[in-house]
């Protein structure tokens, strides 16, 4: 699918995504209820220009609804020590949240 004439990319746990009205995306666990605005705009794309954050962009945000909470497949691994004869298994789920970008708003940059 081609990329929309406004997009943004932003920063949560530690991770980068690409961004645009209608998306559907699973990020890590965030806090809040039914909505969620991230403010760590790293570059944000409109029909004209092109706008980098140095890191963000100061009054740019993202607007995003809460769709599910969910728990991600779990990973499993294994610690072996053959000289001690030790081995020990351990698995970890990571919890996640879907969320759907409503809006991507620039603040004072879009005047």
Do not use: C, W
């Not at 945000?61 to 053959?82: C, L, M, N, S, T």
């Not at 789920?93 to 809006?103: A, D, F, H, N, P």
């Amino acid at each position: 699918m081609p990329r929309p004439d406004r997009y943004a990319v932003i920063q949560t746990g530690g991770k980068q995504y690409v961004v645009y009205k209608g998306r559907q995306l699973e990020v890590e666990k965030l806090a809040g209820k039914s909505r969620v605005v991230f403010d760590q705009v790293l570059l944000a794309v409109n029909e004209e220009e092109v706008v980098m954050g140095e890191p963000f962009i100061k009054g740019a945000k993202v607007k995003a609804k809460i769709v599910e909470r969910f728990r991600a497949p779990k990973i499993k691994g294994f610690k072996f020590d053959k000289k001690m004869k030790y081995g020990k298994r351990y698995g970890h789920r990571q919890e996640m949240t879907r969320v759907e970008i409503e809006q991507i708003d620039l603040g004072a940059l879009e005047d």
